[in-house]
């Protein structure tokens, strides 16, 4: 396993993109539903891997206390840019870290939100064990633990080179991405070679990093779950509560600490 790439690595460079990309794709479908968790819960939220404040922006806004913990210091810039833009910072915290290692007390957060696949880019057992058992050890017993994994796609092969993207970036850049995925099965590792090409006055740029996941089937996550400590309480399908089967566009688990 020494040889796995980690799964940090790629999104300093990502930062810039990241915003612009998932506008076009997963959007703010599920905003509301991670807002509904940090509404009902009875204390402060953590979001593990909050990057530019997608999700905490939002939760923030709504005057709910919520910390949120990136590794990438250009993903938190951008994410105190937009809670000050937001009139919202007073609600969040947001640090630098690692979140195999949570530098907060125990039992500090009845709500801790893994939004849209952070889990998998912990692409070693070993990460995921102990950000699992990190987790536990800044909840509560009884606190929830809400967890959204992107579903693995049968046909990745079809993406050699592919531009999947383009549009504008602001007023005066054109952008497209052009996307080739590789997979190292044994291992269950998704790689996204990601290249990024920008036209702003005239002047073309290149843009190029790569993104690694790891996938795990709702099983093998929750069978990980309950050896950490938590208790599956549902499956969702969607964000709205629907339920979970093998092609559903959402794989979300809601679990509590035991």
Known sequence: MSGT??????????????DWENAQTVQRRDVAFWQRLAAAADGPVLELGCGTGRITVPIAREGTPIVGIDRSEPMLLRAASKLRRAKAAQHALLMRGDIRFLPFRRGT??????????LQSLTREADLAATLASVA???????????????????WEEYSGKKTLSGKMGRHTSISLVESVRQDR?????IFDQQYVTVRHRERRRHTFTLTFRTLSIRQMSSRLERAGFRVDAVLGDYQGGPWDARADAWVILAARR
Do not use: H, N, Q, S
């Not at 690595?9 to 930062?15: I, L, N, Q, T």
């Not at 957060?109 to 952070?118: C, E, K, N, R």
């Not at 009884?142 to 693995?152: A, T, W």
């Open 5 to 18: 790439r980690e799964g940090w690595r790629g999104w300093d460079d990502y930062a810039a993109f990241y």
């Open 109 to 118: 957060f009845p709500l801790v939100m893994a939004p849209y696949g952070i």
């Open 137 to 155: 050890r800044v909840m509560p017993k009884g606190g929830r633990f809400g967890i959204d994994l992107v579903p693995d796609l049968v046909r």
């Open 186 to 190: 044994a291992r269950r590792l998704t």
